[in-house]
């Protein structure tokens, strides 16, 4: 692990907003960084922690060791995060950890603990197709996302995230009125169900339709397990809005913090690898000149080593 040293105290990067209030990247300690905010400041929280495989996880010239924790060190280590990310949330702020098959069972009932049971919103599972295929098993193709909310009174915008609905199921498609609508007949009630093809559906709680980077993908930064901006910016759009704040405390190259830039929510992020901080510095850099050039300015941030 390379020192946050070398990273300067604070660099400020400006897109020529007239907002002065900065954004956050920050060259440190997770841990470390959450416990100096305030209580109740975070709208949604998304987190892509090592998931304590032990393994040196390798990209494009770009590497960093996940934790070799045994699955309950692994917890241990995890849970003073998870509990602090909770006292950081709004009343009606998320938290969605990210995890694979290893781990995720263990951090389920440790969450469930934190936040209560009544709070675990969903499970979503985020299925891909691409890397090697399973010979004594099936094939391990999927990702776990844990959604919790602070309270029972959580944000959630449904037509932010509508995706088309498919064709070819138990439904069909007739004309109402002109409107193409997908018809289904309760059979033990007679009642007939027209959901307009046009208005798309909110989707369920596991998700195929977005595949991981390939290796020529524009997006990749290669920094090694970075996923795609389309997941996060689902996540983040089901519970944001424009202006609504948001963390990511292991950025990798950045992932949350582009998505939160482009779609116009506040970010605070953290690494504590400087590589990681360099690349996501030069994406943000990038994408914010982008939008500039469109017309939409993004806030300032701010690139500061922890204290
Ligand atoms: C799975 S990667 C995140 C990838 C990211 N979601 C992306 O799309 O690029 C986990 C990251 O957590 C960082 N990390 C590990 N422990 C940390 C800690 N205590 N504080 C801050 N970052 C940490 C690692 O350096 C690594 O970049």
Redesign the pocket.
């Known amino acids: 692990m390379e020192s946050c040293d070398s990273l300067p105290t604070v660099e400020r990067l400006e897109f020529g907003s007239s907002i002065r209030d900065a954004d956050r990247v920050i060259c440190?300690?997770?841990?470390t960084v959450l416990a100096q905010l305030p209580d109740a400041v975070l709208d949604a929280i998304y987190i892509?922690?090592?998931?304590g495989t032990g393994l040196v996880?390798k990209g494009r010239g770009h590497r960093?060791v996940d934790?070799a924790d045994d699955p309950d060190a692994f917890v241990a280590w995890l849970v003073p995060l998870l509990a602090d990310s909770r006292r950081a949330l709004a009343a009606h702020g998320s938290l969605f950890v990210?995890l694979d098959y290893r781990a995720v069972h263990y951090v389920k009932v440790a969450l469930d603990r934190l936040f209560g049971r009544e709070r675990f919103i969903n499970e979503l599972i985020w299925c891909y197709a691409v890397g090697g295929k399973g010979r004594r098993g099936f094939g391990r193709k999927h990702d776990t996302i844990l959604w919790y909310s602070r309270s029972d009174d959580w944000a959630f915008y449904p037509d932010a995230v509508r995706v088309a609905r498919r064709g070819g199921s138990h439904m069909r498609v007739v004309l109402d009125g002109g409107t193409a609508v997908q018809e289904k007949t309760d059979r033990k009630t007679g009642r007939v169900y027209r959901y307009p093809v046009a208005a798309g559906k909110v989707p369920e709680d596991w998700w195929t339709d977005i595949e991981t980077l390939n290796h020529s993908d524009r997006e990749r930064?290669g920094?090694?397990?970075?996923?795609p901006e389309r997941l996060i910016e689902r996540i983040l759009a089901a519970v944001t809005r424009p202006g609504d704040r948001v963390a990511?405390?292991?950025?990798?190259?950045?992932?949350?913090a582009a998505v939160a830039q482009r779609l116009g929510r506040r970010f605070v992020t953290?690494?504590?690898?400087p590589q990681?901080i360099e690349l996501c510095v030069a994406r943000l850099s990038a994408q914010g000149r982008a939008l500039a050039a469109q017309g939409a300015p993004p806030p300032p941030i701010e690139i500061d080593r922890q204290q």
Not at 48 to 51: E, L, N, R, S, T
Not at 223 to 227: H, I, L, N
């Open positions: 440190g300690d997770g841990f892509d922690p090592p998931f996880q960093y934790r990210h930064t920094w090694p397990s970075q996923k990511d405390w292991f950025a990798g190259s950045g992932t949350t953290t690494d504590r690898e990681a």
